[in-house]
């Protein structure tokens, strides 16, 4: 029987969307107000769900306080606070759109979980605006 268990976490982050190898009028066009050359934030809200096998011994697909930490080390430590296009390092060459966030911090976390077990990111933005990913 597998089941899913889900970690909520939040972070606040500056960023700006835009690609350097266009023109300001072309980045303006194509992303608007989130091309502001002075950046932007957002309060994002995180959910890290694990999805395998209950252990027989402890009743836990994956402990919570490990998932926690985890979240804690691998994406608060690294996002929070931060200007994502400046100060960490996977969105140096990347457009920290919410799609690429969520692909990253996928990739942050899955070295760190049971290769048997499925990880799925959702990352709000907003709100409204929302991404979901699940390594696929």
């Given at each position: 029987?597998?089941?899913?268990?889900?970690?909520?976490?939040?972070?606040?982050?500056?960023?700006?969307?835009?690609?350097?190898?266009?023109?300001?009028?072309?980045?303006?066009?194509?992303?608007?107000?989130?091309?502001?050359?002075?950046?932007?934030?957002?309060?994002?809200?995180?959910?890290?769900?694990?999805?395998g096998e209950?252990?027989?011994?402890?009743g836990?697909?994956?402990?919570?306080?490990?998932?926690?930490?985890?979240i804690?080390?691998?994406?608060?430590?690294?996002?929070?606070?931060?200007?994502?296009?400046?100060?960490?390092?996977?969105?140096?060459?990347?457009?920290?759109?919410a799609?690429?966030?969520?692909?990253?911090?996928?990739?942050?976390?899955?070295?760190?979980?049971?290769?048997?077990?499925?990880?799925?990111?959702?990352?709000y933005?907003t709100?409204?605006?929302?991404?979901?990913?699940s390594?696929?």
């Amino acid at each position: 029987m597998r089941v899913k268990v889900s970690r909520q976490a939040h972070f606040n982050a500056a960023h700006r969307l835009y690609r350097a190898d266009w023109s300001f009028e072309k980045n303006q066009e194509i992303f608007g107000l989130c091309n502001n050359p002075n950046y932007h934030g957002h309060n994002y809200e995180l959910i890290v769900s694990v999805t395998g096998e209950i252990d027989p011994i402890t009743g836990y697909v994956m402990d919570m306080k490990v998932l926690k930490d985890l979240i804690k080390s691998e994406v608060e430590n690294a996002f929070d606070h931060k200007n994502l296009n400046l100060e960490v390092p996977e969105f140096k060459e990347m457009n920290p759109t919410a799609e690429n966030i969520a692909v990253v911090i996928y990739h942050k976390l899955r070295p760190h979980i049971e290769a048997d077990k499925d990880i799925e990111v959702v990352l709000y933005e907003t709100p409204r605006n929302f991404v979901t990913y699940s390594g696929n």
